[in-house]
């Protein structure tokens, strides 16, 4: 005798004009599924929420998230030009159908430069393209939608010793430090 197989429902979001939203299944309590809604943008105005064959019989207003910077700056790793941040609705690295852009001082970035968005989209890393500024502002782009905040990074230079050669055995020995910023050319569209 074998026990059922218990399978992920199918969720649905319908639109008044009939148009399907599908949200694949993550996971779900006896109150509540949670599902991974495919990219769109703006009110989608009055839905019902079809599970399997079952479709609510209220309708609801819905609005897809803006991305939003909830820390005020981000993380420098080990004075690298790896960052991290915290928000909500970053989107997800592995949706083949959604974008995500960077926007640094107001210009989209051509650079693919995320290392990584944790899967509930509040986490992201990231690698700065390698810039001459000390500090630049970031947006982020998901899906079309930018972000209604913004976050200033200021960058953490490395500092780089220059030991000078000693002429003679027991002269002063100079050590010069001074900062490095890593630079290149940022190209924009």
Do not use: W
């Amino acid at each position: 005798m074998s026990s059922p197989q218990s399978s992920s429902p199918n969720v649905t979001l319908i639109s008044n004009d009939n148009k399907n939203y599908n949200c694949e299944y993550i996971s779900s309590t006896t109150s509540q599924i949670n599902c991974l809604l495919e990219p769109g943008e703006g009110l989608i105005n009055k839905i019902q929420i079809k599970i399997d064959e079952v479709e609510s019989t209220t309708e609801i207003n819905f609005k897809y998230g803006v991305p939003h910077f909830t820390s005020t700056n981000a993380i420098q790793i080990d004075r690298t030009n790896e960052f991290s941040t915290t928000g909500i609705i970053y989107g997800n690295i592995n949706d083949t159908n959604g974008t995500i852009k960077f926007i640094f001082n107001g210009k989209e970035s051509n650079e693919n430069i995320i290392t990584s968005i944790s899967n509930d989209e509040t986490k992201l890393s990231f690698k700065l393209p390698n810039i001459c500024k000390t500090s630049v502002k970031l947006s982020i782009e998901v899906n079309n939608i930018i972000s209604n905040n913004n976050i200033t990074i200021t960058l953490q230079p490395t500092f780089v010793l220059a030991p000078s050669r000693s002429l003679t055995k027991g002269s002063s020995l100079h050590i010069v430090k001074y900062l490095r910023y890593y630079c290149k050319t940022i190209y924009y569209n």
